[in-house]
Nanobody
Framework: QVQLVESGGGLVQAGGSLRLSCVDS??????????LAWYRQAPGKERESVAR???????NYSDSVKGRSTISRDDARKTVFLQMDSLKPEDTAVYYC?????????WGQGIQVTVTS
């Protein structure tokens, strides 16, 4: 059973950086077969995709974070990362990691990121 747990969120000033981590603490060997992604949801808004990374390491970013964020994966540690730089107040949201296979989708519980001006 896949169990995703995010960490690394918190309070940061505008212009600062955060590195989010999401570890799969439950699966037995399936992590390498999963596409991974980070989403976020700000108050009063719908959840939106932020960054994705495929099984072979190809990445894709939303326009809102492109050039300021980097998604990466460490399959040996069953972890996906989101490095966020030059943070803006509009990046404030709950951030979720997602793992997906052909047949199943899994979500973490979310972690708060707050950027102050």
């Amino acid at each position: 059973q896949v169990q995703l747990v995010e960490s690394g969120g918190g309070l940061v000033q505008a212009g600062g950086s955060l590195r989010l981590s999401c570890v799969d603490s439950g699966s037995a060997g399936s992590f390498t077969r999963m596409g991974l992604a980070w989403y976020r949801q700000a108050p009063g808004k719908e959840r939106e995709s932020v960054a994705r990374i495929t099984i072979d390491g190809s990445t894709n970013y939303s326009d809102s974070v492109k050039g300021r964020s980097t998604i990466s994966r460490d399959d040996a540690r069953k972890t996906v990362f989101l490095q966020m730089d030059s943070l803006k107040p509009e990046d404030t949201a709950v951030y979720y990691c997602k793992a997906a296979t052909t047949y199943n989708t899994y979500w973490g519980q979310g972690i708060q990121v707050t950027v102050t001006s």
